[in-house]
């Protein structure tokens, strides 16, 4: 089945494909493949809205089965803010928006940089059928960037969960931990191992 991911993000796209390697038969092509079809404009209430969004709008675009996610981060000391707005609750860059929430939380203390990652995956079909999975992953905000791997709030969020491959890497931001890890323990990688699930 051709597949297509809808996103222009290498980033995403980079991961996705690792993360659906397992899915035999499966041939994934990427809105860099369909260069007419336009993105919508995110208007949904939340990342599920928007994945959806975004799946339906391109699955129709393209006539294919169409693959989209919508994530973010959530701090509980901004009620769950940035949110669905992660990618643009500030202008500028990936950089620029880590930045603009370190100094947000430069006064608040450990305990209210509570966080977590939340990734909403949506996969439909041209027809209009859907198939939705989400997931998350637990953490906080670090005090400053650290690592190097990784994009968006990586260098900034670190991980707490002590279960399972994560618990190595306990303090660790998302940045520091190898890809392979990352591909273990990430909101998208456990969003996509649900949809993955599916398709078996």
């Not at 397992?22 to 041939?27: G, P």
């Not at 990427?30 to 975004?54: H, Q, V």
């Amino acid at each position: 089945m051709k597949l297509l991911l809808a996103t222009a993000n290498p980033h995403k796209i980079g991961e996705l494909t690792e993360l659906l390697r397992e899915v035999s038969d499966l041939e994934l092509v990427s809105l860099r493949d369909f260069p007419d079809t336009k993105m919508p404009e995110e208007t949904g209430a939340t990342m599920r809205d928007n994945a959806k969004l975004k799946a339906l709008h391109c699955a129709r675009q393209s006539s294919l089965p169409a693959l989209a996610d919508d994530s973010g981060i959530e701090v509980d000391a901004l009620g769950g803010a940035p949110g669905v707005r992660s990618a643009r609750w500030v202008s500028g860059d990936d950089a620029e928006r880590a930045n603009a929430l370190l100094e947000l939380l430069q006064s608040t203390a450990p305990p209210g940089r509570r966080a977590r990652y939340r990734c909403a995956i949506c996969l439909a079909w041209p027809d209009g059928k859907i198939e939705e999975v989400e997931a998350t992953c637990e953490g906080r905000i670090a005090q400053n960037w650290r690592g190097q791997n990784g994009f968006g709030y990586d260098p900034i969020f670190e991980i707490t969960e002590q279960t399972g491959a994560a618990s190595e890497y306990l303090g660790k931001t998302m940045a520091e931990v190898p890809p392979e890890t990352k591909a273990l323990v990430s909101h998208r990688a456990r969003a996509a191992k649900l949809l993955a699930a599916r398709f078996r």
